[in-house]
């Protein structure tokens, strides 16, 4: 594809409902990352892949979250009983490369709405 | 990870050369400096990458000095559509990136 997708774009759940948001990264891009944005504050890491392994999920709030990316593209980020603090947009990015070093590409992201 | 800090908020008019300074007292060897611009309801988009002295593409410029602690983004002329979130990162290949909080640019007419 063109560009990182990201589905689906909003989300509402109930608290105590579990989500799952999915990502499809540019064909050919080896890295992962998911982050999460609150409002009015930048994104925060979450967890990288390069390609099916996870290399990092320090940045994962609780272990009700969890990440996966079976066949190294489309991953799949699930928040189980979500909480209100779990309300913010969850953005997911590639790379062609690991890292720092090299550009990330992001999707325009999922907007969780915990209720 | 070395920590950056960037002004909150700038405005500017259309037209204007636009100088954003992030500075990073702390940064290594190994380190990059990377800015990002974000747009509301849209994810951070890469603008440009450096390491020392001066890159140039056709979106901006970024300057570094010597002793690497602080670096500015130019957007020259800048118009509406500029306005946006700007984010400095900086960390070497292998790393995580870390985005604080970011510089909201509002451009006025």
């Known amino acids: 594809g063109a560009g990182v997708s990201q589905s689906p774009r909003y989300k509402v759940a109930k608290r105590g409902q579990d989500v799952a948001l999915r990502c499809d990264p540019i064909s050919g891009h080896v890295s992962l990352f998911w982050y999460q944005q609150a409002l009015g504050q930048g994104p925060e890491f979450l967890t990288y892949?390069?390609?099916?392994?996870?290399?990092?999920k320090s940045g994962l709030p609780s272990d009700r979250f969890f990440a996966e990316r079976p066949e190294g593209s489309v991953s799949t980020l699930k928040i189980q009983r979500t909480q209100q603090e779990d309300s913010a947009v969850y953005l997911c990015?590639?790379?062609?490369?690991?890292?720092?070093?090299?550009?990330?590409?992001f999707g325009p992201g999922t907007r969780l709405t915990v209720t | 990870l070395a920590k950056t800090t960037q002004p909150i908020s700038m405005d500017s008019y259309e037209g204007q050369e636009v100088n954003i300074t992030c500075s990073h007292n702390n940064i290594a060897t190994n380190d990059y400096i990377t800015w990002y611009q974000q747009f509301p309801s849209q994810g951070p988009r890469f603008i440009i990458q450096?390491?020392?002295t001066k890159v140039t593409n056709e979106v901006a410029s970024l300057f570094i000095p010597a002793d690497r602690k602080s670096s500015t983004l130019s957007l020259p002329r800048v118009s509406l559509s500029d306005t946006a979130v700007y984010y400095c990162?900086?960390?070497?290949?292998?790393?995580?990136?870390?985005f604080g909080p970011g510089t909201r640019l509002s451009v006025l007419p």
């Open positions: 892949f390069q390609n099916e392994a996870q290399l990092d």
């Open positions: 990162l900086v960390g070497a290949y292998g790393q995580n990136f870390v």
């Open positions: 990015a590639s790379s062609l490369r690991l890292a720092a070093g090299y550009e990330q590409y």
């Open positions: 450096g390491y020392k």
